[in-house]
């Protein structure tokens, strides 16, 4: 059973001024159209596919309508991407002043986190940036925005809050949602997720989290630093599944360093609370190992929001993975299009973002733009940064000998040697016999502003080789990323050409 508060708890000023933005309490819903027309594009959801595809469409022009049932700004703004990397600046702050000592800086005392000043600079952020993505702005942008649940009821109609909307285009933008995993005993026993996490108040003493992935391994790594002692329960996978097997490793032992313990109970987990409110997690087999805890995490799993928009009615086919759409983001209804979470298995804020712009182009003008040719990275925001681009490590394992792959540890780049922050690379793989870019990982202290560098290579179509012939700054880390380039180079050194040089050479001594 989740706890039950959520991203507006506590209900202090900052949260009071979220809500304010993002679901004001005395805000009301405009009347659709007099003449009784319709809207050029009805847009269900206000998380980030939902905003760019109404603000963009009403920026050409269009008449737009803004559905959403709760809070603006969507999971990235109230309990995804804001919140965590507020929280992850604090944790950082106090991992690097501990380690300080290394670098010849000497902190009388002990270093420790106050967490409810940390948490309570996290709402107010939060609150400073809500702003942005607020009911007033989007209506002063002359869309009609709606708050309340939105449902198809045909192909070209929706009903808010007792309206009917008739649109030539629709957009479903409804994202997903926090889903636990089938353990043992979960339903009888209160956990958070990241709906709740970032609600906390107090600073567990015994910190859990349930999964390894992006969510998991950030707060586990921000919580030990905070002060918890924490248990993060993987699977046989390890840590970062998805990720190059050496960049898992690398973060694994990092969190080891940090004192967290890594405990590989996969589905063998079960869990039950006990009298004093604490939660005991065990292995259900061999030996029946256990770890008691004060707050569990359960970081694993999503769910589309698929529940009560009425897609039967509109003609929306979907699955449990999400609604079905082609490779322009098409519905199996032609006049109703999908973005972000609800259909794609690219869960990220800038991916909802760029495919929110892929449907402007195809729903209002009649484009033919295609999601697969969108050049999507993702980054993990712990320490080191784990950053990605092009197939994940499985598909490219699959792929064998039609890539090459070339690798710089940090530990052979100045900069990094210099900041002690060598733990990490640069991997690129290109295709075989060729310098055209494929997929890139970078495990570094700034891997998620680095990666870039290499997106763009990949969306311009710049080889590998090009990037040898781009001059960095010295001393800095993406200085790894053109070192990579050079051992690229160097394999056209080929013994034939060695040998044509070398001659060429030794004519000029004449």
């Known amino acids: 059973m989740t706890e039950e508060f959520g991203p507006l708890y506590p209900k202090d000023e900052h949260n009071t001024k979220l809500e304010s933005n993002v679901h004001p309490t005395d805000w009301k819903n405009p009347s659709p159209p007099a003449d009784g027309g319709k809207y050029?594009?009805?847009?269900?959801?206000?998380?980030?596919?939902?905003?760019?595809?109404?603000?963009?469409?009403?920026?050409?022009?269009?008449?737009?309508?803004?559905?959403?049932?709760?809070?603006?700004?969507?999971?990235?703004?109230?309990?995804?991407?804001?919140?965590?990397?507020?929280?992850?600046?604090?944790?950082?702050?106090?991992?690097?002043?501990?380690?300080?000592?290394?670098?010849?800086?000497?902190?009388?005392?002990?270093?420790?986190?106050?967490?409810?000043?940390?948490?309570?600079?996290?709402?107010?952020?939060?609150?400073?940036?809500?702003?942005?993505?607020?009911?007033?702005?989007?209506?002063?942008?002359?869309?009609?925005?709606?708050?309340?649940?939105?449902?198809?009821?045909?192909?070209?109609?929706?009903?808010?809050?007792?309206?009917?909307?008739?649109?030539?285009?629709?957009v479903i933008a409804t994202g997903a949602r926090a889903a636990a995993p089938p353990i043992d005993g979960l339903d009888g026993v209160p956990y958070l997720t990241n709906e709740t996490v970032f609600s906390l108040t107090e600073l567990p003493a015994r910190f859990g989290v349930v999964g390894a992935g992006p969510i998991g391994v950030e707060m586990a790594q921000t919580f030990a630093r905070f002060g918890s002692d924490v248990t993060l329960f993987t699977s046989s996978s390890g840590v970062l599944p998805r990720e190059d097997p050496e960049a898992g490793k690398i973060v694994g032992d990092q969190l080891a360093a940090e004192g967290i313990s890594l405990?590989?109970?996969?589905?063998?987990?079960?869990?039950?609370?006990?009298?004093?409110?604490?939660?005991?997690?065990?292995?259900?087999?061999?030996?029946?190992?256990?770890?008691?805890?004060?707050?569990?995490?359960?970081?694993?799993?999503?769910?589309?929001?698929?529940?009560?928009?009425?897609?039967?009615?509109?003609?929306?086919?979907?699955?449990?993975?999400?609604?079905?759409?082609?490779?322009?983001?098409?519905?199996?209804?032609?006049?109703?299009?999908?973005?972000?979470?609800?259909?794609?298995?690219?869960?990220?804020?800038?991916?909802?973002?760029?495919?929110a712009r892929t449907v402007i182009r195809?729903?209002?003008?009649?484009?033919?733009?295609?999601?697969?040719?969108?050049?999507?990275?993702?980054?993990?925001?712990?320490?080191?940064?784990?950053?990605?681009?092009?197939?994940?490590?499985?598909?490219?394992?699959?792929?064998?000998?039609?890539?090459?792959?070339?690798k710089v540890d940090m530990g052979k780049v100045d900069r990094a040697i210099l900041e002690g922050d060598t733990e990490g690379f640069v991997k690129i793989h290109v295709k075989a016999g060729s310098d055209e870019i494929v997929a890139a990982t970078i495990v570094a202290k700034n891997a998620g502003d680095l990666i870039s560098q290499v997106s763009q290579a990949m969306n311009a179509k710049i080889g590998l080789g090009s990037i040898a012939s781009t001059i960095s700054p010295y001393p800095t880390q993406g200085e790894a990323i053109r070192k990579v380039g050079d051992l690229y180079n160097k394999t056209k050194l080929t013994p034939f050409v060695a040998n044509l040089l070398k001659k060429w050479l030794n004519w000029q001594r004449r």
């Open 40 to 170: 050029n594009l009805v847009v269900i959801g206000g998380g980030t596919a939902g905003l760019v595809a109404a603000a963009g469409s009403a920026g050409m022009g269009a008449k737009v309508a803004l559905i959403e049932r709760e809070l603006l700004g969507g999971d990235c703004l109230n309990v995804g991407c804001v919140p965590s990397k507020a929280v992850i600046a604090s944790a950082h702050a106090a991992a690097v002043a501990r380690d300080s000592g290394d670098l010849g800086v000497k902190i009388n005392g002990e270093v420790a986190v106050d967490f409810p000043v940390a948490m309570e600079r996290m709402r107010r952020l939060r609150a400073d940036i809500s702003p942005h993505d607020s009911a007033e702005r989007f209506s002063e942008l002359g869309i009609d925005v709606y708050l309340g649940g939105g449902r198809f009821t045909g192909p070209d109609t929706v009903e808010v809050a007792g309206e009917t909307l008739h649109f030539a285009k629709a």
């Open 362 to 406: 195809n729903a209002l003008f009649g484009g033919r733009a295609k999601a697969s040719d969108l050049v999507i990275p993702w980054s993990t925001y712990s320490s080191p940064e784990v950053a990605h681009v092009g197939p994940t490590a499985e598909e490219l394992e699959k792929m064998g000998d039609q890539i090459t792959t070339f």
């Open 263 to 355: 405990l590989d109970f996969g589905e063998d987990l079960s869990v039950s609370q006990n009298e004093d409110g604490s939660i005991t997690c065990q292995k259900k087999s061999g030996g029946g190992e256990s770890v008691t805890i004060d707050r569990l995490l359960i970081a694993v799993g999503r769910a589309p929001n698929v529940e009560g928009l009425g897609l039967e009615e509109a003609g929306v086919e979907y699955t449990k993975h999400g609604v079905t759409v082609d490779d322009k983001l098409r519905t199996t209804n032609r006049k109703i299009f999908a973005a972000g979470d609800i259909c794609s298995r690219f869960k990220f804020t800038h991916a909802a973002d760029f495919m």
